[in-house]
Nanobody, 121 residues
């Protein structure tokens, strides 16, 4: 099994910054994509950003220029640096990792437990 542990959520005022971390551990042969989704109350879970193991990144239009995703492959960890936060960014943020447990197996998606980000004055 694989566990993803998130940290770094909290409450900030508009314009503030937060950095989320997500560390994967367990039965890991390799990790393909890692990324972040978020879910606001009463809304669906939407993708925020993703990072491929080749170094490519992609962002939702709503966070481009404000959020930066990065990863440390040696530590199986993905980060989300968030600046210029807005009340609309308030949500539970979930990380994920597409993990190959053994050589030649199909990657499976694992999820973190979620961390609350609240942006309010």
């Amino acid at each position: 099994q694989v566990q993803l542990v998130e940290s770094g959520g909290g409450s900030v005022q508009p314009g503030g910054s937060l950095r989320l971390s997500c560390a994967a551990s367990g039965s890991i042969f390799s990790i393909n994509d890692m990324g972040w989704y978020r879910q606001a109350p009463g809304k669906e879970r939407d993708v925020v950003a993703l990072s491929t193991n080749g170094g490519a990144t992609s962002y939702a239009d709503s966070v481009k220029g404000r959020f930066t995703i990065s990863r440390d492959n040696a530590k199986n960890t993905v980060y989300l640096q968030m600046v210029s936060l807005k009340p609309g960014d308030t949500a539970v943020y979930y990380c994920y990792a597409d993990v190959q447990n053994r050589w030649l197996t199909i990657p499976q998606r694992y999820w973190g437990q979620g961390t609350q980000v609240t942006v309010s004055s």
